[in-house]
């Protein structure tokens, strides 16, 4: 075999290497849509904004949020827009309506998008705001517990495409959060319990005070719309907060693939597609976490009383650690492909070593059907136990 020899020599002759900073802050208050609170006008001064909310939220605060924007903004700075934020919406046509407002009222380069809402609005905002102008800032006002700890935190955005959710989207920081826990007072009872799943997870792989605060004091804060103890459930949202943003801190745009805070996120994709999104995602990662837990035990790699601790602890906040309907163990085998295949040919699932210690196993062959047929069997028995009051 003869190798031609038209092909060209070639050489570098230039490149680029640099260092961008990114820089980003959560600010915590009270009270944010009140005009005395200069939050978010300090935040905005100076800027066009275009105010992006749900109907839910719009309802509920929407006259609250024009008030405080008259107050504090001149009326051809600002503008409010409703969209609509469930999972069947959740695509690039909202997207493009997000862009086409920020077009037709004059958004340029320095302008803002201002996200007020849930974690799928802050997505498609976040998403809309990298492509407008080739991306512009943004700010997150999180009115869920999962928004203001989880979904508010991180820097991805992105929305669901062709049945494959989060599919298309992109990496940018927000210019910042504003979290404000008051704003949690008009959710309701299973929305919160999905934001205490996502609390749980961070002191389950890293932080075994913070699990300590959620099973002290987690149903009473569900109980009383995180508005009681507002001493612990400050503590409780800064704590899950701060370790978030410590595990994203070196890892920021997942250059690496094995990431603790997947803590719950291997079996729960498949959980919320099977059920064609009624179960809500807190609830699967609260699934998911009890399934991965029960793994973990199955393979000696976590104690029976710290095993026995995250599973009553998930149920004493209102999360079912089995769920019939979807807890189908060859099918739930099946989905693990999707998985390996978005973690660079691993299955990184996270595990549980201990309360505040985790770990991976990295192969699907550290797996097996019988091994996750098993921990299914397991949590249906524990849960009944549990239930029936007859757990030892």
């Known amino acids: ?93 909202n997207v493009m309506k997000i862009c086409e407002a920020g077009k037709n009222f004059g958004l340029d380069r320095r302008s803002l998008l201002v996200a007020i809402g849930g974690g799928i609005l802050m997505d498609m905002v976040g998403f809309a705001a990298s492509m407008y102008k080739r991306k512009i800032d943004y700010i997150r006002i999180p009115t869920t517990l999962v928004g203001q700890i989880d979904a508010g935190v991180g820097v991805k955005t992105g929305v669901n495409f062709k049945g494959s959710k989060n599919f298309i989207g992109a990496f940018h920081p927000p210019y910042s959060v504003i979290n404000d826990t008051s704003l949690l007072y008009t959710l309701e009872k299973d929305e919160l319990i999905c934001g205490l799943a996502e609390i749980i997870k961070m002191g389950i792989i890293v932080d075994a005070q913070l699990f300590e605060l959620v099973n002290t ?12 103890n507002l001493e612990a459930a400050n503590s409780i949202n800064q704590k899950a907060v701060q370790r978030m943003l410590e595990q994203l801190e070196s890892n920021l745009f997942e250059l690496f693939l094995e990431r603790l805070v997947d803590f719950g996120h291997t079996f729960s994709p498949f959980i919320e597609e099977f059920s064609n999104y009624q179960i809500k995602h807190g609830i699967a990662v609260g699934y998911d976490m009890a399934i991965s837990t029960e793994i973990s035990y199955l393979l000696n790699r976590i104690s029976k009383k710290d095993r026995d601790k995250i599973l009553t602890t998930l149920m004493k906040i209102g999360i079912n650690i089995y769920h019939k309907e979807t807890f189908i163990a060859e099918k739930m085998w099946n989905s693990l492909n999707n998985i390996v295949l978005h973690r660079g040919n691993k299955l990184n699932l996270v595990i549980p070593t201990g309360i505040g210690q985790s770990d991976f196993l990295r192969e699907l062959t550290n797996l097996s059907p019988e091994l996750l047929h098993q921990a299914i069997e397991n949590l249906a028995a524990y849960q009944y136990s549990y239930t029936e009051g007859i757990l030892t």
Do not use: W
């Open 217 to 228: 004091y987690g149903f009473s804060l569900v109980d009383s719309n995180f508005q009681g």
């Open 1 to 93: 075999m003869s190798v031609s020899s038209n092909f060209l020599a070639f050489e570098q002759f230039a490149g680029l290497t640099t260092n961008l900073k990114v820089e980003y802050h959560i600010t915590e208050t009270s009270d944010v849509f009140n005009v005395n609170n200069l939050t978010i006008q300090q935040n905005c001064k100076s800027k066009k904004l275009l105010i992006v909310t749900s109907p839910t939220v719009y309802r509920l605060y929407g006259h609250q949020i024009t008030e405080y924007l008259s107050y504090h903004f001149s009326e051809d700075s600002y503008k409010i827009i409703v969209i609509e934020t469930t999972e069947e919406n959740k695509d690039f046509d």
